[in-house]
């Protein structure tokens, strides 16, 4: 079953700048996003929230597949209302803060984040 699914729209001048070791994340956010948020997210159509990710479910941005090891109580609400999140490449089993959803994988790379591409949650199952 298929969560969520929304396509990439664009990326903020500044999306990609914490795709490094120390920070390990990207932001995404409805493509309606603020300005000031625009720049560092980046941005999709809005879709509906189907069902509320969980550790397990498979997470596939731009045809690159992640495992969901952790999911923030906030994250829920600001997924199904804002299309936000921040999505984090540590893998950890608690997510660090309640906004970010914890993938178990190789970071994405600048390159494979394309507009066009797509941005799925499917389920475990």
Known sequence: MIKYQA???GMGDYACDFLNDA????IIFNDDAPPELAEIC????KSELKADP???DI???CGVEYTISAVGWE???TLRQLGHCTLCFNGT????RPGMI???GERITEEQLKKGGTIEIITKD
Do not use: K
Request: charged letters at 15%.
């Open 7 to 9: 396509t990439v729209t």
């Open 23 to 26: 920070c390990n994340f990207i």
């Open 42 to 45: 980046v941005l999709h159509s």
């Open 54 to 56: 969980a550790p397990g």
């Open 59 to 61: 997470m596939r941005i």
């Open 75 to 77: 994250a829920l609400n």
């Open 93 to 96: 089993p608690e997510a660090e």
């Open 102 to 104: 914890e993938l178990v």
